[in-house]
């Protein structure tokens, strides 16, 4: 079982991505920023200025750590029917048995130590252009459901045009800073064709750091390849334009399909994301420390088997952590035991100095009700908290990933504003520590027309476009709408007002032309 549904369901030429000017931009950057909801540019990628939250202490992590090389040793991690990935490995000094590769002790760290630790995901637009690593937080839309709850209230599967449509919010998003990769699954075009319209939707409807495809090496080359026509042969080879995700079939396998897409983005300097995919008690211990223990020792596997393929290719250490219930078997979201994990996980990332991915807006509930809000809640403040670099899963995701929701996705992109505002931390400057504005009111008065608030009073809060914090008088007036109803009107306005960026004709025509070319080659296939 894979994290992505469609992993299962079946200086370059950025002049072309229209560059905006400082001073078009800055009206509508500080009115987003204000309410955190309307369409515009992209707030810039988060810097938190708060401490992560840790859970374990020095002890702890070298107890994770010893554990992890025990099973890298001992019972070893499986590449299979991947002959090269596993010479490569007898190459390094690994002990390889079979399909079955036991790993030295030393070795993996070892081999990490050419991964850098933080670099630029670069988008089309420059502007547009994010940190991986250190005290930066991306945003990433949720990606793989094979369904979407439309606008209409319906669930049903997934087309090329709500592929389009998520990529549009996700463009016109202030706190989103990426326009994702699998947003959902486009079933109406067939398995072996479907990720050329997705990678092109990615570059022509949004100019913000996009996702590859990872169901096939080809299919990686693919992306590589469309990239290289926008960016630039040359740009790509030296700078990360793509990040992908390459899950583990835990517990303990890397599969032929999985190593390789990563042997195809590591050797052309493209990012992976190396993420065991977890349902602990299926597919790790049921316990806290058994799972990360796991996790580690498979992360380590594959994310130093990038260096293998080229010494600097940048990796992420990721997970995704779910719990499930004991009774039914079905995943179980925004509980304790997750949390937990992707806590310990971020503290042995940072031990490796590597980026770190987990987390995101998660939820098992089938609507956007109040389970879907407290189970994302639950989960997107750990993430935060945690200090995740790469946020996957940050908006849209419902029913357990299995639908992309638009109501879900304008609700999720009004809290991760908010979360951009809680990462700024305390503002200490001369003016937030409004003495004039204590010294102007004194005791028994109020602030609400003193000078130092009506200078603030635009900037002092984040507004929700969602939230109603009126009067029950005046919400009755207003029809009565729950925060889905806001948010379904909230997303037709925005798909109504949606404008393209600009992307250089004669890179668009090489961009279809390659499709075209490309699905002429192969006949349509469907699974």
């Not at 770190?356 to 989960?379: I, W, Y």
């Not at 879900?408 to 504003?417: E, H, R, T």
């Not at 028994?444 to 000078?451: D, E, N, T, V």
Request: proline share 6%; glycine share 10%.
């Amino acid at each position: 079982m894979s994290e992505g549904i469609e992993q299962v369901a079946g200086e370059g030429t950025q002049e072309g991505g229209g560059r905006r000017s400082r001073e078009g931009r800055g009206a509508a950057a500080r009115r987003a920023s204000r309410t955190g909801g309307g369409p515009g540019p992209s707030l810039p990628y988060i810097t938190r200025k708060i401490r992560e939250y840790e859970v374990l202490d020095e002890e702890g992590l070298q107890l994770i750590e010893a554990n992890a090389d025990l099973i890298l040793e001992e019972i070893g991690i499986e590449f299979r029917e991947d002959p090269e990935a596993l010479q490569l490995w007898r190459d390094a000094g690994a002990d390889v048995r079979g399909e079955r590769v036991h790993f030295p002790k030393g070795l993996c760290r070892e081999l990490l130590k050419t991964a850098p630790s933080q670099f630029t995901w670069h988008a089309r637009n420059p502007e547009r252009s994010v940190q991986i690593g250190g005290k930066a937080t991306v945003f990433v839309p949720v990606y793989g459901p094979p369904f979407v709850r439309d606008l209409e209230g319906v669930r049903r599967y997934a087309t090329i045009e709500d592929f389009r449509n998520f990529v549009k919010l996700a463009y016109m998003a202030p706190s989103m800073h990426s326009s994702g990769g699998t947003v959902c699954e486009p079933v109406d075009i067939p398995v072996n064709k479907r990720h050329l319209d997705m990678v092109y939707s990615h570059l022509k409807y949004s100019d913000k750091p996009f996702m590859g495809s990872v169901t096939a090496p080809e299919r990686a080359e693919d992306s590589i390849a469309m990239a290289k026509i926008v960016f630039g042969d040359e740009f790509v080879e030296n700078n990360t334009v793509m990040m992908n995700l390459i899950n583990a079939n835990s517990p303990m396998v890397f599969d032929e399909t999985m190593v390789g897409a990563l042997k195809v983005y590591a050797r052309h300097n493209q990012a992976c994301v190396v993420s065991p995919f977890i349902l602990s008690g299926a597919m790790s211990p049921v316990t806290v420390a058994g799972t990360l223990t796991q996790i580690l020792a498979e992360v380590l596997a594959g994310a130093s088997f990038t260096q293998l393929i080229r010494k600097g290719a940048p990796v992420l250490f990721g997970t995704f952590a779910a719990s499930i219930s004991m009774q039914s078997g079905a995943p179980t979201f925004g509980s304790p035991e997750p949390s937990l994990v992707s806590y310990g996980a971020a503290q042995l990332a940072r031990r490796l100095g590597l980026p770190f991915r987990t987390g995101g807006s998660l939820c098992g509930s089938k609507v956007p009700d109040a389970q879907a809000a407290h189970e994302s809640a639950n989960t997107l403040n750990m993430t935060l908290l945690a200090g995740t670099n790469f946020v996957l899963h940050a908006a849209g995701w419902l029913e357990g990933g299995l639908v992309s929701s638009y109501e879900k996705f304008m609700i999720d992109q009004d809290q991760l504003g908010m979360m951009q505002k809680f990462a700024e931390g305390i503002d200490l400057s001369e003016n937030a520590q409004a003495l004039d504005a204590i010294r102007e009111v004194g005791p028994g008065s109020h602030y609400l027309g003193c000078a130092h608030t009506q200078a603030n009073f635009q900037t002092a809060f984040y507004r929700s476009p969602l939230a109603d914090n009126n009067s029950f008088e005046q919400w009755e007036i207003e029809g009565q709408k729950r925060i889905e109803e806001r948010a379904n009107a909230l997303c037709r306005s925005w798909l109504d007002s949606y404008e393209a960026p600009h992307l250089d004709p004669a890179i668009d025509d090489a961009l279809l032309a390659f499709i075209k070319e490309r699905k002429d080659s192969m006949p349509d296939a469907f699974t």
